[in-house]
Each structure stands twice: as structure tokens, then as C-alpha cells.
């Protein structure tokens, strides 16, 4: 089984950086994602970690250390439109022939402010 | 973006009625899920398929049923909605192994349900 904890909430200013963690407990990880949820909506998929070490794309960055079961998502130069839910999922090693399942965290609610 | 559709997006529906949502995906994927998801909540897989005639149960029970008859089409059956049910139902896909390094799953809009 997988335990991921995430902060429930966070409030940042327009225009700053913003750092989302997320901690997990797995019994064989197999990749880390990051989604974004709008209210209302559908997730969308934002980064993929399967390796120690920093992925970034564009204004949005995804850290990974499996030694210490922790990522985190950075979020640079936030717009007002950020504001979403974002949500940390990890991917188990499959036992079987059943990959690509995913357990995601409560996802962290993101206000931008003006 | 993702070819993954649901229909219907709104239900409002009476107690005892036996519903269908529906889920078709136009990319091929072997992968397929159901999540549900109520607001401001996590989301919880109640059941997946990793191809034609495969289907299993998620982490989450659910007197929900699912069938896997045609790749692209992966329905979800409750025989008789209780108020219970109420909640967001989100279908996913994914590509197997050899097609993305990230074989991410991609979302459809979600049918968000209330029974009376």
C-alpha cells in the first residue's frame, strides 16, 4: 500500500514562487506525477520524476529524492490562473502484469492572490 | 490534448434508477480507469482494465460495474443509485509500456452525479 501526504491548502502572491510538497510511502515506487486540477475539472497531467534529481519545463519545475520518499513542485512567476488544486500521484511497481496505477495524495489547493 | 470523452457531464437522477456512464477514448490505449472523486477530495480508483475483457476492482469498493468489450469503450453501471452515489466519476486512460516513457494517464471531463 501507498501513504502520500500533501499540505491540504496554500496561498501565494502573483508573480511569485511557490514550492508544493508532497511525502510518500510505497512499497515499490515506480514514478512520481504531478497534476493540476481546476475546479470542476478534469486532472492534467504537469511532470513525471522517476529519477533523483530536478525536471523542469518551462515555468514549472518537479524535484524527486526516493531516499527520502519526497518530491516537490515549484511553480515560478504564478499567475493567476495557477490557482488549482495540484495533485501528487505515485506510481507502485506492478507485481503482476497490471502496471501504470496510480495513488494519488489529497492534492493541495492553490490560491494566487493579486 | 486528450481524445477521452464522457457523456453525460450533469446527472440528476432519481433513487432506485439504473444508470450508464459512458467513457470512449480515441488513442488506442490498452489502459483503462474509473475514479471517483468528491469535491475538494482525493480521487479513488474504483476500477481499472488493461485491455478487452479485463477488468478488476480498485481500492475503493463500489457497487458499481464496469465492461470492457471494445478497446476504446469502457462503461460504468450502477444497477441502482442511492444518494450515496452522489459524486464526481472520472475516466482515464493510458498507453502500455514502449509508447511514452511516461505512459501518464489522461483524463476525461468527469460526470459529476447527484441521486435524489
Known amino acids: 500500500g501507498q501513504n502520500i501526504d500533501q499540505p491540504t491548502e496554500m496561498t501565494a502572491t502573483e508573480g511569485a514562487i511557490v514550492q508544493i510538497n508532497c511525502t510518500y510511502q510505497?512499497?515499490?515506487?515506480?514514478?512520481l506525477f504531478w497534476y493540476q486540477q481546476h475546479a470542476g475539472e478534469a486532472p492534467t497531467f504537469l511532470s513525471y520524476?522517476?529519477?533523483?534529481g530536478l525536471e523542469e519545463k518551462g515555468r514549472f519545475s518537479s524535484f524527486l529524492s526516493r531516499s527520502k520518499g519526497y518530491s516537490y513542485l515549484l511553480l515560478k512567476e504564478l499567475q493567476m490562473k495557477d490557482s488549482a488544486s495540484y495533485l501528487c500521484?505515485?506510481?507502485?511497481?506492478?507485481?503482476?502484469?497490471?502496471?501504470?496505477?496510480?495513488?494519488f495524495g489529497g492534492g493541495t489547493r492553490l490560491m494566487v492572490k493579486p | 490534448e486528450a481524445d477521452i470523452y464522457q457523456t453525460p457531464r450533469y446527472l440528476v437522477i432519481g433513487t432506485g434508477k439504473k444508470i450508464t456512464l459512458e467513457c470512449s477514448q480515441t488513442?488506442?490505449?490498452?489502459?483503462m480507469y474509473w475514479y471517483q472523486q468528491d469535491p475538494g477530495m482525493e480521487l479513488h480508483l474504483i476500477h481499472y482494465?488493461?485491455?478487452?475483457?479485463?477488468?478488476e476492482k480498485g481500492d475503493l469498493s463500489s457497487e458499481s460495474t464496469v465492461s470492457r468489450i471494445r478497446t476504446e469503450h469502457f462503461p460504468l453501471t450502477l444497477e441502482s443509485a442511492r444518494p450515496s452515489h452522489t459524486s464526481q466519476y472520472l475516466c482515464?486512460?493510458?498507453?502500455?509500456?514502449?509508447?511514452?516513457?511516461?505512459?501518464?494517464?489522461?483524463f476525461g471531463p468527469g460526470t459529476r452525479l447527484t441521486v435524489l
Open positions: 482494465s488493461y485491455g478487452v475483457n479485463s477488468t
Open positions: 488513442m488506442g490505449h490498452d489502459k
Open positions: 500521484a505515485v506510481r507502485e511497481r506492478p507485481t503482476y502484469n497490471a502496471g501504470n496505477m496510480l495513488t
Open positions: 482515464a486512460s493510458a498507453a502500455s509500456g514502449g509508447e511514452s516513457s511516461y505512459n501518464e494517464q489522461f
Open positions: 520524476n522517476v529519477l533523483d
Open positions: 510505497t512499497s515499490g515506487f515506480n514514478g
